[in-house]
């Protein structure tokens, strides 16, 4: 099925299933401890072995020597599996970093073998035996000091529009501000697991993917062995965002050790390899640098990011949002990439926007303070319905050039396709009561708490990808729906079985639901804030070729039947929907591929977070007193799994904003703090009630949905809100992530 031309009216509009509250479909099985996550698949591998990673113990240089003898005859153990044994295996794929180290180490905990035996204890005891000994080379492992040699990347190239420089010198008002983050980690509850059994020259995953697709693909590249002859099945996952976008070591190495050893191999990651081992959030330095006039329109905007990673990774493309948030007419994009022999920076969830907004909201703020404007104002009046950052690139002419002799047309800039960022703004500050905010910082107590507000506006980009599903209608009135789409505790099953329902015309109970397996219709996965959108599309196109198949089947004409209620209907005449199958089940499959609406308009989701905090006035203890999110996103296919989806980013908002930072040592090259005890993350008692709105907004130009993906928004933004609040209860302005109480302080007013 292809969608080229903006959608009408269809049977999603109905809104009978779709746009309903549901609860999560696999709810009971999740909550029942019924639902089997990957490294529990006991049944597919009844006599499976067990694998243990053992990683690198320098980040920079290579082994000189490996004795695995002794672990070699400790008990149990079936195979070890080195580089030096292991055949070619590549670092193609999403993920740049070579999940097998020998004889160079790229960075620490690198994984450099696999021992298996019979159970977990005897694999973890006999890696404990294994004794390298490595030669240490010179790494790098400092941002700033890597700065001279950093370089531009094509993934985000160089913005320059009218003459920055310029209208920056002669701004009357102006912000110049650099801002830190700090690197972060994936602390996901499910860690990396993955069960992996060979039948004869074929290979089967159970595996924590979040992109069962590019899991195929990139494993299949890794270790040389025909996409055709892997199949990856990924039923339920505990969390990804992003850290589990494809292979990492564990799938790696156990289908590595199940080759070697005949048996199916289990292999989980344990938690203090998470941060090194895989891949985590890049730290960044970014200079924000926002011109204005004294009516508060800017004329000048810059963003400079810098951020490190492996030789072959990409940047931390936290400016990419600046170039369309805000109106602008000179502006200056540029992201800089140093080489950095830390683990391997990569998507985490928000990657750009939830960096960037850091930066961007907190200059945002301090130009409104500099005016004397509020800040909610400020970002009104500087909004923008075309994409500023790209004059005269998309379709149509410009409206003043476009009627009478007045010479060539020159083309218009790109609309965006919704935009009701003004709209979230002004419904949060109406509901979050911003007008009770004083503007002036410390001026607000409560007891001894130093009470503030502060906002952000929110962005997140909203891709749709060409995506397939299969739909079987049986004699019982069933539709089962087959889809390689993910869930990640997103609420995937919910939607995608509301889909169904609402395009037959059933209840959300008649609806089968099967996900995340190669063998199904790809339809990409969970990743990228495109997962809802895309599936739910490919699920539409099935759907309207099992409707056209079935109305025959029942000598209907397609044109003009109606599903619902469990019937067909055409004028007078209703027949039961279950009567088509009745000789044999029906089944159709087809995919959503898309034209040119993406290029033609800027599709994105928008919002606006407040915060409340409170800031002891003796400790500097800061606590989150209320959170709210106003998102615009589209149809919102289910608001309870949607909420969900926002206030799960608006913790990981609030944690970015306060505790999170994977320490550097920069002697040795790694991430002190590699585990959950020392990681540190937002609790049950670090957040308080959190509400979250969702306008009233349908967008036509993604899909026969409307819809667009959400969870992402809910973490674009928070951290700048809370940041801006702290100021606004403190005066103090601290502009190195994440806001920790020995920042401010020595500079928090005088009790005594």
């Not at 990673?309 to 800089?336: D, F, H, K, M, S």
């Not at 909203?462 to 069933?478: H, Q, S, W």
């Not at 088509?580 to 898309?594: C, G, L, N, Q, R």
């Not at 005890?677 to 306008?695: G, K, M, N, R, T």
Request: net charge neutral.
């Amino acid at each position: 099925m292809k969608f080229d031309t903006p959608a009408g009216i269809n049977p999603i509009d109905r809104e009978t299933v779709i746009g309903k509250p549901h609860p999560r479909i696999e709810g009971p099985l999740k909550t029942t401890g019924t639902a089997i996550y990957s490294y529990e698949n006991h049944a597919v591998a009844p006599n499976a072995a067990y694998g243990y990673v053992v990683g690198a113990g320098i980040a920079k240089g290579r082994i000189a020597s490996m004795n695995v003898a002794e672990a070699e005859a400790a008990p149990g153990v079936l195979a070890i599996i080195t580089a030096d044994n292991a055949g070619p295996v590549k670092s193609s794929g999403f993920y740049v970093a070579k999940p097998l180290a020998g004889p160079d180490v790229d960075h620490y905990h690198q994984a450099i073998a696999l021992v298996v035996a019979d159970t977990f204890e005897q694999a973890r005891a006999a890696a404990g035996l294994i004794r390298v000994d490595y030669t240490r080379g010179k790494g790098a492992f400092d941002l700033p000091a890597a700065r001279a040699g950093a370089k531009a990347h094509q993934r985000q190239p160089d913005v320059r529009i009218g003459d920055f420089e310029g209208a920056f010198a002669k701004a009357a008002v102006k912000v110049d501000q650099t801002y830190t983050t700090p690197d972060q980690s994936h602390m996901m509850m499910e860690p990396h697991a993955t069960i992996a059994r060979w039948d004869g020259d074929e290979l089967t995953l159970w595996s924590a993917q979040q992109i069962v697709g590019w899991a195929r693909r990139d494993l299949a590249n890794k270790i040389g062995v025909p996409q055709d002859k892997i199949r990856v099945v990924a039923t339920y996952i505990g969390g990804g965002f992003g850290g589990k976008g494809s292979v990492c070591s564990d799938a790696v190495l156990a289908s590595l050790g199940a080759r070697a050893t005949g048996r199916a191999v289990k292999v989980a990651l344990p938690r203090p390899l998470m941060p090194n081992n895989t891949t985590h959030r890049a730290a960044t330095i970014q200079r924000v640098r926002l011109g204005a006039g004294k009516d508060g329109k800017l004329i000048a905007i810059g963003h400079e990011s810098l951020s490190g990673n492996l030789p072959g990774g990409g940047p931390e493309i936290a400016a990419a949002q600046t170039e369309l948030l805000y109106a602008g007419a000179n502006r200056l994009n540029l992201t800089r990439l140093a080489t950095l022999d830390l683990p391997e920076g990569n998507a985490m969830r928000a990657p750009g926007e939830a960096s960037g907004m850091m930066a961007l909201e907190v200059a945002m703020d301090e130009l409104a303070e500099k005016l004397g404007m509020d800040p909610v104002e400020l970002r009104i009046i500087n909004d923008t319905q075309v994409v500023p950052s790209d004059p005269g690139r998309g379709s149509g002419t410009d409206p003043q050039s476009a009627s009478g002799n007045q010479g060539p047309q020159k083309p218009a800039a790109r609309p965006f396709s919704t935009r009701e960022l003004v709209q979230c703004l002004r419904t949060g500050a109406d509901r979050f009561g911003w007008k009770a905010r004083d503007p002036k910082p410390g001026a607000r107590r409560d007891g001894n708490w130093l009470i503030g507000m502060g906002m952000a506006s929110a962005i997140r980009g909203a891709p749709i990808i060409p995506a397939g599903a299969r739909v079987t209608l049986d004699a019982k009135g069933m539709v089962t729906v087959e889809s390689n789409m993910t869930d990640m505790g997103t609420g995937s099953y919910t939607i995608i079985g509301q889909t169904a329902a609402e395009m037959m015309g059933l209840p959300l109970d008649r609806i089968i639901v099967k996900l995340a397996d190669t063998r199904f219709p790809e339809a990409f996965g969970g990743g990228g804030q495109a997962g809802a959108a895309t599936a739910t599309a490919g699920v539409y196109a099935a759907c309207v070729k099992l409707r056209e198949v079935v109305a025959t089947s029942l000598g209907f004409n397609s044109g003009d039947v109606e599903f619902a209620d469990g019937e067909v209907r055409s004028g007078n005449r209703r027949v039961p929907l279950a009567g088509a199958a009745k000789a044999k089940p029906i089944t159709a499959e087809d995919k959503m591929e898309y034209g040119d609406l993406s290029k033609r308009y800027e599709q994105q989701t928008f919002g606006a977070h407040f915060c409340e905090v409170g800031v002891d006035a003796w400790t500097g203890e800061i606590r989150i007193r209320r959170m709210l999110a106003v998102c615009a996103a589209g149809r919102i296919l289910n608001p309870t799994t949607a909420r969900s989806q926002v206030i799960g980013g608006m913790v990981m908002g609030a944690g970015a904003a306060l505790m999170e930072e994977l320490a550097v040592d920069k002697r040795f090259g790694f991430f002190v703090n590699h585990d959950l005890a020392s990681y540190e993350v937002p609790v049950h008692a670090d957040i308080p009630h959190q509400d979250v709105f969702f306008l009233d907004e349908l967008d036509p130009t993604m899909s026969p949905l409307k819809a667009k993906g959400v969870g992402e928004l809910g973490i674009s933004g928070v951290a700048p809100a809370i940041a801006n609040a702290i100021y606004n209860a403190t005066g103090i302005r601290v502009r190195e992530y994440p806001l920790t109480l020995d920042k401010h302080l020595d500079k928090l007013p005088q009790i005594a």
